[in-house]
């Protein structure tokens, strides 16, 4: 009777010990998933701010009221380029080099420069815009 | 009180699976948009290289090359330019994802001109 009843009372604990074990298991791996999660939200973020900046930069060479050239019959063209609106340009742009020449550059730290392809002055030339905070 | 300790176990075990699998699922999902991103980026260079090839008028496909490299760099992909091709880097067709896009405009000769880029990524 006495045996029966130490067999039953080990079953148990070896059964709690062995919930304890995959709980703790569980919890370690949720922490571990919730950790991917923030990360993959600051990543989500920093994807979105870099969508934005493209946006951006995509008016600012294809908008006449930006940096986009426009033909003596009014029409504006994409990727074409004159400097003219360059003091109208967005205020988190803090750095514009057009080939080898730096039109802009403020001391403010850069976060992110992109590359576009563009005409300038007839040439194709490599257009750098760079992104402050 | 045996078998509650099955259950226990068993329920315990669904639990890991079902978490692995989330975690899964949640890397794969910041892998893609990391790549859509890229693409994204490839995608508008291609089109910078396209539309000034054909504003400049430019029929020479190694002077097309030469606008790819300094844009996109050395990153394998191909020109064509009406019949002609020529690769930028090394041939290699098992890279997983191809970028391209292509126009066809009419110069000032009336000549139909075709170019098409394509990018490995």
Redesign the interface.
């Known amino acids: 009777m006495t045996l029966a009843i130490n067999k039953k009372a080990q079953i148990l604990v070896l059964d709690i010990l062995m919930l304890l074990i995959i709980i703790l298991l569980i919890l370690s791996i949720e922490e571990k998933n919730i950790n991917n999660y923030t990360l993959n939200i600051k990543h989500e973020i920093k994807n979105e701010k870099i969508i934005q900046e493209q946006l951006v930069l995509d008016k600012l060479i294809s908008d006449c009221n930006y940096l986009a050239k426009q033909n003596k019959t009014k029409v504006c063209y994409s990727n074409e380029i004159e400097l003219k609106n360059i003091n109208k340009i967005d205020r988190n742009i803090c750095y514009l080099k057009i080939g080898l020449n730096t039109y802009l550059n403020t001391n403010k730290e850069k976060t992110n420069i992109y590359k576009r392809g563009i005409i300038y002055n007839n040439v194709f030339e490599i257009i750098e815009v760079g992104f402050c905070e | 009180?045996?078998n509650?300790?099955i259950i226990?176990?068993i329920d315990?075990?669904i639990?890991?699976l079902l978490?692995?699998a989330?975690?899964l699922v949640?890397?794969n999902?910041?892998n893609t948009?990391?790549s859509k991103?890229e693409e994204?980026?490839i995608n508008?260079?291609i089109g910078?290289?396209l539309?000034?090839s054909q504003?400049?008028e430019?029929n020479n496909i190694y002077e097309i090359k030469n606008?790819y490299i300094?844009?996109i760099g050395e990153r394998n992909g191909y020109i064509k330019l009406n019949t002609k091709l020529i690769w930028v880097g090394e041939r290699n067709n098992l890279e997983k994802n191809l970028i391209s896009q292509k126009i066809t405009y009419i110069n000032i000769s009336n000549k139909e001109i075709y170019i098409e880029v394509g990018v490995y990524i």
């Open positions: 009180m045996n509650k300790g226990f176990t315990g075990l639990a890991i978490v692995s989330l975690i949640c890397t999902t910041a948009q990391g991103l994204y980026q508008q260079r910078d290289i539309i000034t504003i400049l430019i606008n300094e844009l």
